[in-house]
């Protein structure tokens, strides 16, 4: 495994990911799995509105997403609710880093995401999170890795060295960010701002349209699954348990 996110890992204040049927047991998650997806550049969102608006196809692995939401952007991870299930095929790592809160595992194990591939970083301060955040991308042990910048000011500088970490490999690079930095320049390739429940524009996408509202039908959704796009969610964020 690679050094610095095995590191990462031992921390004490890092919270990996278990079954509901497996009690407090933690288990290591394999090295890992080949799958259809490596070498690609884009992964399949699994909204036809959303796949059909992004220049890609889909979601782009060969650079970084931002999303802009008013919220803690917890509530635009139902964007990413279908690739996280399909990404849990390939056995590897799904960072959070700096979450804002807890997700609730019955309801991610409940959309086919295998839970004990969460790994929960929580940064001390945001040196950390610039570092753990990079570790994590360059790393080939994370399918997706998910960061929450929050209303915290990067650097063009720092945010660039973000992005060509997430140009190394196949790993989904997802950074949510506040709407007060909507104006700002950033080298994202797919830039995304959460205007309304299930309503998303795109600002910024490499070699396609910018300025485009997508609205995602509740037609889109599993039947029968919950959707996500309100997240039940414990209150603190160094919890080791979701219940």
Not at 149 to 171: I, V, W
């Amino acid at each position: 495994m690679n050094d610095p996110l095995e590191h990462i890992i031992s921390r004490s204040d890092t919270w990996r990911g278990f079954s509901a049927n497996q009690g407090a047991t933690l288990h290591r998650i394999p090295t890992p799995a080949n799958s259809d997806w490596h070498g690609t550049d884009s992964v399949p969102t699994g909204y036809t509105s959303l796949d059909n608006a992004i220049q890609l196809g889909g979601w782009p692995q060969r650079g970084s997403i931002e999303v802009l939401s008013d919220s803690c952007g917890m509530g635009s991870m139902g964007l990413f609710m279908p690739t996280m299930e399909k990404l849990s095929e390939q056995g590897r790592w799904q960072a959070f880093i700096a979450p804002p809160y807890t997700p609730y595992a019955p309801l991610l194990a409940a959309r086919g995401i295998d839970t004990r591939q969460i790994l929960m970083v929580h940064p001390r301060n945001r040196e950390e999170l610039l570092w753990a955040t990079e570790q994590a991308l360059r790393s080939t042990t994370c399918s997706a890795v998910f960061s929450w910048l929050g209303a915290t000011a990067f650097r063009y500088s720092e945010l660039r060295k973000l992005q060509l970490a997430a140009a190394e490999n196949d790993t989904l690079s997802v950074l949510f960010r506040a709407t007060s930095f909507m104006d700002s320049h950033t080298p994202a390739s797919l830039r995304l701002v959460m205007k309304a429940y299930r309503s998303v524009e795109i600002l910024k996408q490499r070699g396609g349209r910018k300025g485009v509202t997508v609205d995602i039908p509740a037609t889109d959704d599993v039947p029968g699954q919950p959707q996500l796009w309100e997240l039940p969610m414990t209150s603190d964020p160094r919890a080791t348990t979701s219940a």
